[in-house]
């Protein structure tokens, strides 16, 4: 079955960096729109960035400038790229992708279990 992968995750100062890796695996066929999205203690789970298959990108306005969401469709992996991170960007992160899989052969959306990032000194 799919599965989607998170890693990257950990603690970072304010200011720092961080780079999100999300890899998909299974019998899948074809991924259309992979996206990030976090969800913060006590606060609703909310869009980050989304990049479709042939690499237009669109990004939450608190990330705007900061982040940089990117693919590699060779090896059906997602990144994303944070910096000047803010303690604001506290937050599990979780991957999503929008796929066709073997042998559903329909399009479905499917999320990774999540990686924490954390900003603070």
């Known amino acids: 079955q799919v599965q989607l992968v998170e890693s990257g995750g950990g603690l970072v100062q304010p200011g720092g960096s961080l780079r999100l890796s999300c890899a998909a695996s299974?019998?899948?066929?074809?991924?259309?729109?992979m996206a990030w999205y976090r969800q913060a203690p006590g606060k609703q789970r909310e869009l980050v960035a989304v990049?479709?298959?042939?690499?237009?990108?669109n990004y939450g306005e608190p990330v705007k400038g900061r982040f940089t969401i990117s693919r590699d469709n060779a090896k059906n992996t997602v990144y994303l790229q944070m910096n000047s991170l803010k303690p604001e960007d506290t937050a599990v992160y979780y991957c999503?992708?929008?796929?066709?899989?073997?042998?559903?052969?329909?399009?479905?959306?499917?999320w990774g279990q999540g990686t924490r990032v954390t900003v603070s000194s």
């Open positions: 999503n992708a929008d796929l066709v899989r073997v042998p559903s052969w329909g399009r479905e959306s499917y």
């Open positions: 299974g019998r899948i066929f074809s991924i259309n729109d």
């Open positions: 990049i479709t298959s042939g690499g237009n990108t």
